[in-house]
C-alpha cells in the first residue's frame, strides 16, 4: 500500500509570489491535516480536512489556504508568501477523522525557502 | 487550551542503553490519547506508541515504552537497549477523545545516539 505522497519535496519561491503544494493521501484515509514545521515554534497545525470539508483551522493568517477533493487528495495553498513562510510543511492521513486514536500517517514533507 | 511541554530539547545516550523522554500536557479533559512520533533525518514522521487515558496499563511496542501518570498529566517514553537508528526527533502529542479536534504536539526532543 502506498504511502501519504507530498509533492514537491522542495520548492524555492520569491516574497510575494504565491505557491501549492499537494498531498494524496493513503487509499481508505480520508481525513487529511496540514503542518508546519520550523526549528522554532515546532509542528503547527494549520487544518484538516474529512470528505472535503475543512473540520479544524490553525491559527494561520487567511493567506494560508487548502482544499480536499473528492479523491481525499488535499492541496495546500500561501498566497503572498514572506520569508517567514519558510518551513517543512507536512501532510498526514488517517483513516477516520473522528477516531481520536486512529494514527496519523505522514508525508515526506515539502521544505518551502522563500526568498 | 490543551498544551503538551516536552522540556528536554536534545539528549544523548550510549548505544545499547536505556534512555526515557519527558512530556507534560495541560488539559482539563478526561478522555484523551496521547502519542509519540519519531522524525528521523528522512524526515517522515512515524507513529512509536499511543496512549488511552481510560487504560491504566502502561503502552509498550517492543524497546519502547511509556510511563503514563494521568494524575501528574505526565507521559514520558522510555527506549531500551538503544540503536544507532532510534536517533532522531521525537515528538509528544495529544488529542482529545471527546471532540472533533486537532491533534497538538509538543516541540520535540532530538535524540543522539552515541557509538
Known amino acids: 500500500k502506498a504511502g501519504v505522497t507530498q509533492t514537491p519535496r522542495y520548492l524555492i519561491k520569491t516574497r510575494g509570489q504565491q505557491v501549492t503544494l499537494s498531498c494524496s493521501p493513503i487509499?481508505?484515509?480520508?481525513?487529511v491535516s496540514w503542518y508546519q514545521q520550523t526549528p522554532g515554534q515546532g509542528l503547527q497545525f494549520l487544518f484538516e480536512?474529512?470528505?472535503?470539508?475543512?473540520?479544524n483551522k490553525g491559527n494561520f493568517p487567511g493567506r494560508f489556504s487548502g482544499r480536499q477533493f473528492s479523491n481525499s487528495r488535499s492541496e495546500m495553498n500561501v498566497s503572498t508568501l514572506e520569508l517567514g513562510d519558510s518551513a517543512l510543511y507536512l501532510c498526514?492521513?488517517?483513516?477516520?477523522?473522528?477516531?481520536?486514536?486512529?494514527?496519523?500517517?505522514f508525508g515526506n514533507g515539502t521544505r518551502l525557502t522563500v526568498t | 487550551a490543551q498544551t503538551v511541554t516536552q522540556s528536554q530539547p536534545e539528549m544523548s545516550v550510549q548505544e545499547a542503553e536505556t534512555v526515557t523522554l519527558s512530556c507534560t500536557y495541560d488539559?482539563?479533559?478526561?478522555?484523551?490519547?496521547l502519542f509519540w512520533y519519531k522524525q528521523p533525518p528522512s524526515r517522515q514522521m512515524i507513529l512509536v506508541i499511543r496512549?488511552?487515558?481510560?487504560?491504566?496499563q502502561n503502552a509498550t511496542e517492543n524497546r519502547f515504552s511509556v510511563n503514563f501518570q494521568k494524575a501528574a498529566k505526565s507521559f514520558s517514553l522510555k527506549i531500551s537497549d538503544s540503536q544507532l537508528g532510534d536517533a532522531a526527533m521525537y515528538f509528544c502529542?495529544?488529542?482529545?477523545?471527546?471532540?472533533?479536534?486537532?491533534?497538538?504536539f509538543g516541540k520535540g526532543t532530538r535524540l543522539h545516539i552515541l557509538p
Open positions: 498526514a492521513s488517517s483513516r477516520n477523522q473522528r477516531q481520536g486514536n486512529s494514527p496519523l500517517h
Open positions: 487509499s481508505g484515509h480520508r481525513s
Open positions: 480536512y474529512f470528505s472535503e470539508t475543512q473540520r
Open positions: 488539559t482539563s479533559e478526561s478522555d484523551y490519547y
Open positions: 496512549q488511552e487515558a481510560y487504560k491504566q
Open positions: 502529542a495529544y488529542r482529545s477523545a471527546n471532540r472533533d479536534d486537532k491533534i497538538i
